[in-house]
């Protein structure tokens, strides 16, 4: 009841009486009540026409210990990747391997022995009779690279079918006689060396009486 008479006497117009009186504590409550209404109005009223000015953003009140929102898309619409990207690591290189040493070239093989001459004073020999006469001959030779030499009578690998063991270089050898029952034959001469053998030949004739 006391409420109700308190907001009649706030609608009933003065009737001309002063109240000398200071308002009651009741009447002041209402009057700091009505007041914030139209302060909150206004705050209201402001805060629309700021909007409109703006063209309809929104607008971000900052409330006391509010938390920050979290990340959003860029005004781009490209979202944020807050991640950082782990930086790939860069291959190793592993040490190139030393070449290895070049192997030394193996030895050539040696080469085989020449015999340079090897001829005898005639190649065709004079026979007093075709029976058991014979007639010396005189051979000479040289040979290089050589180590052994052979003289052979009817053979073409003196080293096999030896008449004798020679010297390497001979001028005037003279131990091999023609036989005369013989119409030809052949003398060879054999030298071997660490390269191998190498043979030669000289054939000689009966002359013709």
């Known amino acids: 009841m006391t409420e109700r008479a308190d907001l009649d006497d706030l609608l009933q117009p003065n009737d001309g009486r002063e109240d000398t009186a200071s308002p009651s504590p009741t009447r002041r409550r209402s009057l700091i009540a009505v007041g914030g209404v139209l302060i909150a109005a206004g ?3 402001g805060a629309w026409a700021v909007l409109g000015a703006g063209g309809g953003a929104p607008l971000a009140l900052a409330t006391a210990g509010a938390s920050s929102p979290a990340a959003g898309p860029t005004p781009s619409g490209t979202p944020v990747n807050s991640a950082t990207p ?21 030895d050539a093989p040696a080469a085989a022995p020449t015999i340079p001459v090897f001829e005898a004073d005639t190649v065709a020999v004079s026979c007093p009779d075709e029976r058991e006469s014979t007639v010396p001959l005189t051979f000479r030779w040289s040979s290089d690279g050589a180590e052994r030499a052979w003289i052979g009578i009817a053979t073409s690998d003196a080293s096999v079918q030896p008449f004798a063991e020679v010297p390497l270089t001979a001028d005037g050898y003279a131990d091999i006689a023609y036989a005369c029952r013989d119409a030809d034959q052949v003398y060879t001469l054999t030298v071997q060396g660490s390269g191998g053998t190498t043979s030669s030949t000289v054939a000689v004739s009966r002359a013709s009486s």
């Open 43 to 45: 705050l209201v009223a």
């Open 86 to 106: 782990a930086t790939s690591a860069s291959p190793s290189t592993a040490p190139e391997a030393a070449p290895e040493a070049a192997a030394p070239p193996a």
